[in-house]
């Protein structure tokens, strides 16, 4: 049994936060930065074969460079994790949000249109590293950028609490299945937010990873 101690980075209130702020950017850029999913590299990499299919090659770099972008991230949070572990003042989560803070005020700037590659570059970047740097709550691996891990998790648990009675596992599917219900509010805020608003709506996530980061600084993290 795992018996390390829980950080606040694992709180359910964290996990949401985050999980509201991922879906918030898939509507985002799916609505304002020209069809493209920030976080979802599976439906890029979909339409990046039906260029190629369709012989669209100069169209397919569209969806290619945000599925570079989040290997990109992902590279980025390693390097920060084993060069910021031990560090103070700041622990590395907090460098991660810090940056995907300061890149999604930059991508809020970019007009539309012409600055939304870029736009898409940005953000496929910061949620690599949200995905790579945030990945247990309550000690149970999730993803906070994407829900398809944690729908058939959420569902493994009900399982278990339906065929082996083990209440734990309820307790675990209402965490999971928590999680997907803010995250579709996420989607949906950025769908009502983001045709009004424009480019700058994504600053609405700032203020919610900015409460995140406030709290990471109650322990360790």
Not at 61 to 76: R, T
Not at 193 to 219: D, H, N, Q, W, Y
């Amino acid at each position: 049994m795992d018996q390390r101690k829980e950080q606040v980075s694992e709180s359910f209130c964290i996990g949401a936060f985050l999980a509201f702020a991922g879906g918030f950017f898939d509507s985002y850029t799916f609505i304002a930065r020209g069809g493209v999913f920030a976080n979802a590299q599976t439906g890029n990499m979909i339409l990046l074969a039906i260029q190629l299919v369709q012989r669209n090659f100069f169209h397919a770099l569209y969806y290619l460079v945000p599925i570079f972008a989040f290997i990109c991230g992902i590279f980025l949070d390693e390097w920060i994790k084993r060069n910021f572990s031990s560090k103070k003042p700041l622990h590395w989560r907090q460098v991660i949000l810090s940056i995907e803070i300061t890149i999604l005020i930059l991508v809020a700037f970019l007009p539309l249109g012409k600055g939304d590659l870029l736009a898409n570059v940005l953000i496929s970047f910061i949620c690599a590293m949200q995905v790579q740097s945030f990945r247990a709550l309550h000690k149970l691996p999730y993803a906070t950028t994407m829900c398809t891990g944690n729908l058939r998790s959420g569902a493994e648990q009900l399982v278990l609490l339906v065929f082996e009675k083990d209440r734990h596992s309820g307790k675990k599917a209402l965490l999971y299945f928590g999680i997907i219900f803010v995250f579709i509010l996420g989607a949906g805020a950025g769908a009502i937010i983001t045709p009004f608003v424009g480019a700058k709506s994504v600053l609405f996530c700032c203020v919610l990873l900015f409460v995140a980061l406030l709290m990471l600084f109650r322990e360790g993290n």
